[in-house]
């Protein structure tokens, strides 16, 4: 392990979609491509610190260096994050289902004459906001991300209150940005102090940025 500013420092980072199954063969996922999760895994591993990585099945090829657990669903993701506390820093880059079928079939559900299947919902776990609010061995940081189209400033900021995070990454997902899948980031970081937006970048570049305001923050 590379020693540096975060020698000594374990940090939790998720990334990656999630895949909420509706049966054997079939699921909800979204176009995260886990590729600003896995330059953050890597810029922090470069700082020198110890990194548990939980990621969905991302695209992305899987950072070097870290403590790698893989998971499916958010469910799964809620657990493997609860078992790689304690942390000093944890960064929630994953975008996480919101909701998942309620019950999902053991079988292949087969087209019928007797109509459409119907999907029920439930809400998954909300990782970032129970690691946030823990009232016991809280991470000193948390950070977590905001991926909006629209008012992106007004709902991140409003995010990083309602979720109980110290810093919101915001970002403008809107498809002619290119930011989703692509290798640019521009994003905003919004904490206590207000919001810092910088310049348009390559992801790696916003990671090492990023490592280097967590090295110093922790
Ligand atoms: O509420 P929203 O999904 O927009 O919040 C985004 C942030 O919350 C990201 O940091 C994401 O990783 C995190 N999140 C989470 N668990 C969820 C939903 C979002 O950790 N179920």
């Not at 996922?29 to 991302?58: C, D, K, M, W």
């Not at 657990?69 to 609860?82: D, L, T, W």
């Not at 994953?94 to 029920?120: F, H």
Request: glycine fraction near 8%; proline fraction near 6%.
């Amino acid at each position: 392990m590379k020693a540096g500013p975060l020698t000594g420092r374990r940090i939790l980072v998720t990334s990656g979609p999630t895949h909420e199954p509706i049966d054997p063969v079939r699921y909800i996922a979204n176009r995260s491509s886990g590729a600003q999760g896995t330059a953050i895994a890597e810029a922090l591993v470069a700082q020198g610190a110890e990194v548990v990585f939980v990621t969905g099945p991302a695209d992305a090829a899987r950072p070097r260096g870290v403590h790698l657990v893989e998971v499916q669903s958010a469910q799964e993701m809620m657990q493997a994050v609860q078992e790689a506390l304690p942390v000093d820093a944890a960064v929630f880059s994953a975008a996480v289902a919101d909701w998942r079928v309620a019950s999902a079939s053991d079988s292949k559900i087969k087209k019928t004459k007797q109509g459409l299947p119907k999907l029920e919902f439930a809400e998954n776990p909300d990782i970032l906001a129970t690691v946030s609010q823990l009232q016991n061995g809280r991470p000193k940081l948390v950070v977590g991300f905001a991926a909006e189209t629209d008012d992106v400033l007004a709902n991140a900021t409003a995010k990083r209150t309602r979720k109980g995070c110290d810093w919101i990454v915001a970002n403008d997902v809107s498809p002619e940005t290119g930011i989703m899948g692509g290798s640019e980031n521009a994003v905003t970081l919004i904490s206590e102090d207000g919001a810092e937006s910088w310049p348009r970048m390559g992801k790696t570049e916003v990671a090492k940025i990023l490592a280097e305001r967590i090295a110093k923050a922790l």
